[in-house]
């Protein structure tokens, strides 16, 4: 996510359920290469050990369920999906450790498939989905840490007037976005301008409404 056009929204808690969207369909992020699926969770999305824990029940990569969170790893440009538990049998089978796990051994993903792949210096890119009570319980905590999504994706949200009416905004460019809390506001109209005028992904951090207090 280097050299990307960085957006600072500050948004209150009442409407931060608004960007949720943006998670279920997927969001860029940037893990430690060397970390398991657990480490990668906890240090590099931020999210509290418990919630991994006990909330986090579901886990696929590139569509393939996980079981073991502290053996498997993500590998870059692949898609990590989280979410709580699921309904159903097939949810129920979809469940890290799954009683009844057994029965989808052909599609389970198998922590040691990418073990001669070529060694990665420096941090990787990843499409990170969030679902259900994941999405609600940790959509904070992963934006806050920063997130890269196409620019006419925020476009097309941020054009209804109803959605985060009362988040401030800041755009900056690169050098100058290592500092986002330093970079100017900017007013709704003139950063649906900018977003018109930016051509493929733009790094969105998002801040409690507070923060810069």
Not at 87 to 105: D, E, K, L, W, Y
Not at 108 to 130: I, N, R, Y
Not at 180 to 205: E, F, K, N
Request: charge should be negative; charged fraction near 20%.
């Amino acid at each position: 996510m280097e050299n990307l056009n960085i957006l600072q929204m500050i948004v209150r808690s009442e409407e931060m359920l608004a960007l949720t969207p943006l998670l279920r369909e997927g969001v860029t992020v940037s893990l430690t290469p060397g970390r398991t699926l657990r480490q990668s969770m906890t240090e590099d999305l931020g999210i509290a050990p418990d919630c991994v824990e006990q909330r986090v029940q579901t886990v696929f990569l590139d569509g393939s369920p996980v079981d073991d969170i502290d053996a498997d790893s993500a590998e870059p440009g692949c898609t990590l999906a989280l979410a709580g538990a699921l309904p159903g049998v097939a949810g129920i089978a979809m469940r890290r450790n799954s009683p009844v796990g057994a029965f989808r051994q052909g599609i389970t993903h198998c922590h040691g498939e990418h073990e001669h792949a070529s060694p990665v210096s420096g941090s990787f890119d990843v499409t990170l989905k969030l679902f259900n009570s994941v999405a609600l319980e940790c959509l904070g905590t992963v934006l806050e840490r920063g997130v890269a999504v196409r620019a006419a994706r925020l476009l097309e949200l941020l054009e209804d007037p109803e959605v985060l009416p009362g988040a401030t905004f800041a755009l900056g460019t690169p050098p100058q976005n290592v500092a986002p809390l330093a970079m100017p506001p900017l007013d709704r109209p003139a950063l649906l301008a900018a977003l018109r005028a930016l051509p493929g992904l733009i790094r969105l951090v998002v801040l409690p409404a507070g923060a810069c207090a």
